[in-house]
């Protein structure tokens, strides 16, 4: 169909179902609305499900008509198809003009004419136009004038199933013009066309385009029927599509789960999450549980996996040893989504507000929110998650935790470690702490040689070992008794209890150095289920200092309830910062609903603004309280140049025309 003026309406798409539409058909609403010349659309608006439409006489006779066109976004072409709306108008527009169907472009296409508040025997005729002109073989009028029609104000449904084809007016089976001509459907044209000769005025209300899926078997299926196809389970559903899911038939040893790669259908059994941290100044605990001090002062790579890298960034405060850790770093997808200590979120160096949510037209999806303490969440190849990262804010500095998702065992590089369950071999091929940190480095940063491992202790005193020691007893006494037996606490020179020693020294024996590690050893028993998540009630000297106007909670609720979430089904509970109940998050303060703002990929709109959400192919308009009110957009017809190549981004759902995607490098020979 050509078409030069489109206008979208911004409704959310609902599932309706006309008088006779087919058990397990979908239906979509007619939400968009097009015109076959710029100049015959007047005006088009939708509210609570009914089109106010103005058109305009189109200049050049009554042969040159102005198709205006109402159709549906998500359900399917197929042959078979039902079409339902009532129509509305207090004007006889005459002979040449009325409702017609599946008009193929402003001169062809099949039709079934209503003319609206015209009282004749003809006032309902179905057939077909060629080249402007109806073709006298394919067109047949009523028997006699339908009252409904004379009326003003008809429902219109057509559908054609199994090679049979129905035309209803109000209910009624117009059994003289039914099955008279084929109906078929052409590609964007499914829905209603409005044909006139001169300016008109009308209503559609209830209008919705319905069909069955068709699976790439080229079978016909209902909404939540499904069929095999190798590994793939597809499964038809609300929005006429198929939606195809890996299955998997493994059985796995105690312990462990099936995974399935929702991109290859390979499935595997997968260990439990792995567990690494980076804290202090900083000790490291890697996935295989090996404890060890490095003091390199780059970025580094902590871990990766088969689509995403963890980086580690480090910073010095004293031109010596310590360091700390600073920032982490998520790279997918060609960015980098960050958290850093102040509670700050990037997005390739960009600052965004949270919660962040970044789509992708397979599924995947970045999550930067604050649960309690920022985190990043990657979601991708149907791991949920493939990667937890955690930045427990220090002042200057964070506590950098990662869970890992069980298929990156065997497979992940960093300092966290390979994952392959022996804590021996982490630092091989050199065995040498420094060479091989050193050799995680980011290519691009320029940065001294790390330092050889360091006691702050000796700098002290004889005995400040000692006393570092006794302040970081608390671990060892209750309520961290209860876990001593589950997680090692360590001594003196080596694990938790050699880290707090040594960041007591640090701190020329600062008793609030101890906190951090006894955080480090919270955590740890937390993730082997021993809930010491209120251990700061025991510990007079750790309290934790939160932004203001939020107060810490050691049982938080998880999901954090937002201003883009605000009643989300709890999962659990986290320790950290959190606005008082009722209240949510909003750059940095905490705001009531009604203060909320729209908020998408890090931004901030105000009311009235259009956002537009190209992975999901949805248009969006800003309302009061951050509210947005959501309908789908169709990509436009590409129409590519012989040196182009049709190509999608991964966050864009409609594709485009990529010039220069080749280049020969010996184009002579």
């Known amino acids: 169909m050509l078409l030069t003026a489109t206008l979208l309406a911004l409704l959310p798409a609902v599932v309706l179902s006309g008088q006779h539409t087919p058990a397990g058909w979908a239906c979509a609403p007619l939400t968009v609305i097009e015109s076959s010349h710029e100049d015959c659309l007047g005006s088009a608006t939708l509210s609570g499900g009914t089109w106010s439409v103005s058109t305009k006489k189109v200049d050049g006779g009554i042969n040159r008509f102005c198709v205006v066109t109402l159709s549906g976004v998500g ?32 001169d062809n296409g099949n039709y079934v ?101 068709v699976g790439a078997n080229g079978n016909k299926y209902m909404i939540g029927e ?3 196809d190798g590994l793939q389970t597809c499964t038809c559903d ?53 404890y ?30 310590p360091r700390y850790t600073y920032r ?23 600052a965004v507000q949270v919660p962040y949510i970044k789509h992708y037209v397979n599924g995947d999806r970045v999550e930067i929110i604050n649960n309690g303490q920022l985190e990043i969440r990657l979601h991708s190849k149907g791991r949920e998650p493939s990667v937890r990262l955690r930045a427990t804010n220090g002042g200057f500095y964070i506590n950098a935790e990662m869970w890992l998702h069980g298929s990156c065992a065997d497979i992940t590089e960093g300092l966290c470690g390979n994952w392959n369950g022996n804590a021996g071999d982490e630092f091989m091929p050199t065995n040498n702490i420094n060479s091989w ?76 150095c101890a906190c951090s590690q006894f955080d480090v050893y919270a955590s740890s028993c937390i993730n082997n289920g021993i809930d010491l998540a209120n251990w700061r009630e025991s510990v007079a000297f750790c309290p934790y200092e939160c932004p203001e106007g939020q107060v810490y909670n050691a049982k938080g609720p998880t999901p954090v309830p937002t201003c883009l979430e605000r009643n989300p089904t709890p999962t659990g509970t986290v320790r950290g910062c959190f606005c008082p109940n009722g209240q949510f998050l909003q750059d940095g303060v905490c705001v009531g609903a009604n203060q909320c703002k729209c908020l998408y990929e890090g931004v901030f709109y105000n009311n009235g603004q259009t956002i537009r959400k190209d992975a999901e192919c949805e248009e969006c308009v800003c309302k009061d309280g951050g509210e947005m009110t959501c309908s789908p957009f169709e990509c436009p017809a590409l129409n590519c140049a012989s040196d182009e190549l049709e190509a999608q981004e991964a966050d864009e759902c409609c594709p485009k025309c990529l010039a220069g995607w080749v280049e020969a490098l010996n184009p002579e020979v």
């Open 75 to 106: 359900i399917k072409e197929n042959q078979d198809f039902y079409v339902k709306g009532t129509f509305t108008t207090s004007e006889n527009i005459g002979p040449y003009g009325g409702i017609s169907f599946n008009m193929e472009d402003a």
């Open 113 to 213: 004419m209503m003319r609206l508040k015209n009282t004749g025997a003809s006032n309902v005729e179905t057939g077909r136009l060629i080249n402007k002109f109806k073709s006298q073989s394919e067109a047949k009028t009523s028997s006699k004038a339908n009252a409904a029609v004379a009326s003003g104000s008809a429902t219109l449904e057509i559908l054609v199933n199994e090679g049979e084809e129905s035309v209803y007016i109000n209910g009624v089976l117009q059994t003289d013009i039914s099955g008279y001509q084929p109906f078929y459907v052409q590609p964007g044209a499914v829905g209603f066309a409005f044909q006139n000769a001169k300016d008109w005025g009308l209503k559609v209300s209830g209008a919705e385009v319905c069909s069955y899926c």
């Open 226 to 228: 499904s069929y095999t």
């Open 238 to 290: 609300a929005a006429g599509g198929m939606s195809c899911k890996c299955g998997a038939t493994l059985t796995c040893p105690a312990g462990q789960s099936v995974w399935t790669d929702q991109e290859t259908c390979e499935s595997k059994c997968i260990r439990p999450p792995a567990y690494c941290i980076s804290s202090g100044d900083p000790h490291y605990k890697s996935f295989d549980g090996k």
């Open 292 to 321: 060890f001090d490095f003091h390199g002062q780059c970025t580094y790579q902590a871990a990766s996996c088969d689509d995403f890298k963890v980086f580690f960034k480090n910073i010095d405060r004293h031109n010596r040893a």
């Open 328 to 350: 982490i770093e998520l790279e997918f997808e060609g960015s980098v989504f960050s958290i850093a200590a102040g509670y700050q979120a990037h997005v390739d160096g960009a």
């Open 437 to 512: 940190g050193d050799s995680y480095k980011q290519y691009d940063e320029h940065c001294p040689a790390p330092p050889e491992p360091w006691d702050p202790c000796k700098d002290i005193s004889e005995t400040a070992r000692a006393e570092a020691m006794e302040l970081c007893s608390p671990m060892l006494k209750a309520p961290f008794a209860a876990c001593n037996g589950v997680v090692d606490p360590g001594n003196e020179k080596e694990g938790i209890m050699n880290q707090c020693a040594t960041d007591v020294c640090n701190c020329f024996i600062d008793e609030s």
